[in-house]
């Protein structure tokens, strides 16, 4: 569980980053993104933080495109992660399943550091 300090400095991180590289990212969203993180756990706080500000206006369009049949898959999910609102569920199948962005094309063959592949890890293997 995340307690109200770690919520803070998440969101703190968050913020600093949207700053620092002219995301233009709401607060609304910043929060969800903070939700995300605290869903995975605090370890991937960084590469998730960055992938999703990077990535938010062209998953969003996405999801605001979405049809009925589209929004079945996040409903089904919502009723086992309800912790998760509808939207993040979506981003979560965007950011996981869905087709790279522009954004993720360019920056393809980046590598994480070591100590992200290894919070990646230690995360799956906690599965």
Same mark, same amino acid.
């Given at each position: 569980? !995340?307690?109200?300090?770690?919520?803070?400095?998440?969101? %703190? *991180? @968050? &913020?600093? &980053?949207?700053?620092?590289?002219?995301? /233009? @990212?709401?607060?609304? #969203?910043?929060?969800?993104?903070?939700?995300?993180? %605290? *869903?995975? +756990?605090?370890?991937? *706080?960084?590469?998730? #933080?960055?992938?999703?500000?990077?990535?938010? /206006?062209? !998953?969003?369009? $996405?999801?605001?495109? *979405?049809? &009925?049949?589209?929004?079945?898959?996040?409903?089904?999910?919502?009723?086992?992660?309800?912790?998760?609102?509808?939207?993040?569920?979506?981003?979560?199948?965007?950011?996981? %399943? +869905?087709?790279?962005?522009?954004? /993720?094309?360019?920056? #393809?063959?980046?590598?994480?550091?070591?100590?992200?592949?290894? #919070? !990646? $890890?230690?995360?799956?293997? %906690? /599965?």
């Amino acid at each position: 569980m !995340i307690n109200k300090y770690n919520r803070e400095f998440l969101l %703190e *991180y @968050v &913020e600093s &980053e949207n700053k620092k590289n002219k995301s /233009q @990212v709401s607060s609304e #969203a910043m929060d969800k993104i903070v939700s995300l993180i %605290e *869903y995975f +756990g605090i370890e991937l *706080y960084r590469p998730i #933080a960055r992938l999703l500000l990077t990535n938010w /206006q062209e !998953i969003t369009d $996405r999801i605001n495109n *979405y049809s &009925e049949a589209d929004w079945m898959m996040a409903d089904e999910i919502h009723k086992s992660t309800p912790t998760l609102d509808r939207f993040s569920i979506a981003m979560l199948i965007e950011v996981l %399943e +869905g087709e790279d962005t522009l954004n /993720q094309s360019e920056n #393809a063959g980046q590598r994480l550091s070591d100590a992200e592949l290894r #919070a !990646i $890890r230690k995360h799956q293997d %906690e /599965q």
